[in-house]
C-alpha cells in the first residue's frame, strides 16, 4: 500500500498546528472556575 506524498504532507501540516491559543483558555476556564470573576479571590 503506498502513500500518496501529498496526503503524508498534510498529516504533516496537521501535526504540527500551535496549541497555545486552547491551552491558555483551557487555564483560564480552570481559574474562572475556582475564582471569583469579580475580585479573583478563591470561591472553592
Do not use: Q
Not at 8 to 23: M, N, P, V, Y
Not at 27 to 32: D, G, K, P, T
Amino acid at each position: 500500500m503506498d502513500t500518496d506524498p501529498i496526503d503524508s504532507l498534510w498529516l504533516l501540516l496537521a501535526s504540527l498546528s500551535d496549541i497555545t491559543s486552547r491551552k491558555a483558555a483551557e487555564s483560564h476556564a480552570v481559574f474562572l472556575s475556582n475564582h471569583d470573576e469579580l475580585n479573583k479571590l478563591k470561591n472553592r
